[in-house]
């Protein structure tokens, strides 16, 4: 009874599924992140800004993100869950996540009425 019922969930395409979809999340992505980058057009000069936030995964309590636009930039870290754990306007490139503990955090950057969101890991 119980090799039948462990025969079934060996056979079962939803669940071959989301074990290989569970094995590359866990085990592979990690080592495949680094600093990362994104990239938008502005409206007015139909330019790309490039959006760098490292070290990815952040070990220490300070991240660093740039950007070719100067100026102030608003910062929203979201928890796994939608939860706004961190907001803030920074005008340097540092930005303090000591706050933060170990985990998966999303960061949404806002500048010039665009928003880009990165992933972050805390360690």
Excluded: H, W
């Excluded at 969930?9 to 495949?32: D, S, V």
């Amino acid at each position: 009874m119980q090799v039948r019922k462990y025969l079934l969930l060996l056979c079962c395409p939803k669940l071959i599924l989301m074990r290989i979809i569970y094995f590359t999340l866990i085990l592979l992505l990690p080592f495949f992140v680094s600093a990362q980058s994104a990239s938008f057009d502005q409206d007015s000069a139909n330019q790309e800004v490039k959006f760098d936030l490292y070290p990815n995964p952040a070990f220490d309590n300070v991240v660093y993100i740039t950007t070719d636009v100067p100026g102030p930039k608003e910062i929203a870290i979201f928890d796994v869950f939608g939860k706004l754990v961190l907001q803030q306007v920074v005008r340097e490139s540092r930005l303090d996540i000591s706050k933060l503990d170990p985990g998966v955090y999303m960061v949404q950057l806002k500048i010039n009425s665009k928003n880009v969101t990165r992933k972050l890991i805390v360690k």
